[in-house]
């Protein structure tokens, strides 16, 4: 008789024991699949360890009133998983505070549950290759390489890169036939290069010797789904868990690998035309368009060479908000009150949070008066004013492309390559096009209302605003970014290209305030339909905390915020506490598990 731990593969809440234990009548190894009872319901799980029942005679004693069950079945008798991807789900579970069985379930392949019998031989029969005891045997099998990449548009880019190493891709969408041969080949070492996106640092590696990340800094990297991980620090765990190196690539670095890594992760000073054209003066000389006059005359320019033009514009739609000019009132989302965009071209005012979609009013739902005005620049208005530029001035337009977030994705491939086909050409673009840096190149580059990548209450803004326009810089000859304040940071690190006095200032700036690198963001959520029942219940677990942490004498490591309110959420009134957090992951756990299942925890 043995005794099984296993790790159900449900969404067991995180303040409750994730992994349970079984009695079986046979010895399992570790990865193999059993099938268990939890609340009169059958459910999946992975085994984590199998121990003689003689070994745990001292613990059952102790426990009487511990009710040991059998398992039902033994489902995969071989590991599918192996030691590493073990140690990996159980470190995302500690790191992310998420349910184990969800985390042990994200590595879990695509087709480990299909019924059908194609799959049958999917067992893990890798072994791990011991450096030192063994060195022949590393020769031998050779080493493996995995390159990350953030979204699959850049595989072709990277394959083609990497030809030599005979690379496979691997990602999401992947199918599960072609997946299998992967994971197969892949632990028994015969693929030696793999380019994927995140999903496939939870392949089974026999070998892996390094792992290259490009564009860390990529928002694709960041998991939306439980656990919601950022896909950095996570190769950083699955390097040191195969005593692999690591290679962090991006554009720019974000300031936690800076302070990681220091001043190789800089790029080089380069020799670049770009100019900062300020729209405050471009109002003075009664240039109230919506491109300065430097602009213009360079998109004159470009078309009349048949050049390529690239027009950055930060706001998806047609303007950010409706505002009534006698009351101030600003449309918002009913649902979850951020504010509503105006969509020309769909007639309507869309939030970009939940999707919900109402009509554009003529008359002000707060003072009934029709003096509303769209406020602000989007993609669309950007189009109409371009539009209109070539029209007052009779120059025949060229061909006008727009790429933003709603561009579809058969269409968003097709704007790509009339962009790379055409000249001359003008692609409007929102932040989509970042993702082409490495695939597009123009003769000139605008970038539109700089402010508005400035415009957000987060510590990281001018980091990413920064990279952003460093980015576009680097796809064009020129560059001309316009803007209201020629002082701003990010204006005069892009034109001095000192990066190093902006990360330094950025680091004694967030060692200041407690910011990463130097303690670890903790977001807790609570939602209700009452307001009062939530701010009820956030202002007890606020003092539950606070109370524990006086307890602990935890002052010096933890500092609590808020309870704050924050905007609706499908409806729901919210309310957030934040937590800066230098304790161990252990200790800081078991703080958390004081959290009821009833909220949500984030960790970042």
């Known amino acids: 008789m043995y005794i099984l731990d296993v790790v159900p593969l449900i969404a067991i809440p995180r303040n409750q024991d994730q992994i349970l234990s079984y009695f079986c009548e046979e010895r399992l190894p570790a990865g193999s699949l059993v099938e268990v009872e939890i609340r009169k319901k059958k459910v999946k799980a992975i085994v984590l360890a199998s ?14 009133d511990f009710e040991l069950k059998p398992i039902d079945k033994v489902l995969k008798g071989q590991p599918i998983l192996n030691q590493h991807q073990l140690n990996i789900a159980l470190w995302l579970s500690a790191k992310y505070f998420a349910p184990l069985g969800l985390c042990v379930k994200a590595i879990l392949p695509p087709f480990w549950s299909k019924k059908t019998n194609k799959y049958d031989s999917f067992a893990v029969r890798g072994r791990r290759v011991h450096r030192k005891k063994e060195p022949y045997l590393e020769v031998f099998l050779h080493s493996q390489k995995l390159i990350l990449i953030p979204e699959k548009i850049m595989a072709e880019y990277f394959l083609e890169k990497h030809s030599k190493e005979n690379p496979v891709f691997l990602s999401g969408s992947t199918s599960s036939k072609e997946y299998f041969d992967i994971w197969q080949k892949v632990q028994s070492g015969e ?23 490009e564009d860390e800094s990529n928002i694709a990297y960041h998991s939306d789904y439980t656990p919601k991980y950022d896909t950095g620090i996570l190769a950083r765990r699955v390097a040191k868990e195969y005593e692999a190196k690591i290679i962090i690539n991006d554009s ?29 003066s471009e109002i003075k000389d009664g240039n109230f368009s919506a491109l300065s006059t430097e602009l213009k005359e360079q998109i004159r320019s470009a078309v009349e060479k048949k050049n390529k033009v690239i027009i950055f514009v930060p706001r998806k739609g047609y303007a950010p908000y409706l505002l009534c000019q006698n009351c101030g009132y600003i449309h918002r989302c ?9 969509h020309k071209k769909e007639t309507g005012l869309r939030c970009h949070h939940c999707q919900n979609i109402q009509p554009i009013l003529n008359v002000c739902p707060n003072c009934n008066k029709s003096v509303l005005e769209y406020k602000g620049l989007g993609i669309e208005k950007a189009e109409e004013k371009l539009i209109k530029f070539f029209k ?23 704007i790509i390559n009339q962009f790379k086909d055409s000249t001359p050409v003008i692609l409007l673009a929102t932040q989509k096009i970042l993702s082409y840096q490495r695939l597009l190149k123009a003769n000139l580059v605008g970038i539109l209302n700089l402010e508005s990548l400035l415009n957000f209450v987060d510590f990281r803004t001018e980091e990413e605003a920064l ?18 304040d020629s002082e701003a940071k990010v204006v005069k690190t892009i034109l001095s290209q000192d990066f190093k006095s902006f990360y330094e200032e950025e680091l004694e700036a967030r060692k200041d305030f407690n910011y990463p690198p130097f303690s670890e963001f903790i977001k807790l959520t609570f939602r209700h339909r009452d307001q009062r029942q939530s701010e009820r219940e956030a202002k007890v677990m606020k003092e539950r905390l606070s109370q524990e942490v006086r307890v602990k004498n935890y002052e010096k490591e933890l500092e609590i915020i808020g309870p704050n309110t924050g905007l609706k959420e499908k409806g729901l ?9 230098k ?3 252990k200790k800081r756990n078991e703080l958390l598990r004081l959290v009821p299942n009833t909220w949500n925890t984030e960790v970042s």
Do not use: W
């Open 51 to 64: 121990k003689g029942l003689a070994e745990l005679k001292i613990r059952l004693k102790k426990e009487a």
């Open 191 to 213: 693929i030696k290069t793999i380019v994927g996106t995140r999903v496939a640092l939870f392949l089974p590696f026999l070998n892996l010797k390094e792992i290259v990340v």
């Open 252 to 280: 720019l670095p974000k300031v936690e690998t800076y302070f990681e890594f220091g001043e190789k992760t800089l790029p080089k000073k380069a020799k670049t035309d770009t100019s900062f054209a300020n729209m405050v």
């Open 334 to 342: 009913p649902k979850c009150e951020h504010v509503l965009v105006v």
């Open 392 to 414: 007052d001035r009779n120059i025949t337009p060229p061909k006008i492309l727009v790429l933003s977030g709603d561009t579809p994705p058969k269409e968003e491939e097709n």
């Open 467 to 484: 990279r952003t326009v460093f980015i576009l810089s680097q796809m064009a000859e020129k560059t001309i970014i316009q803007g209201y």
């Open 573 to 581: 009134c919210t309310q957030e506490i934040v937590i800066k957090n």
């Open 583 to 585: 304790l161990e992951i």
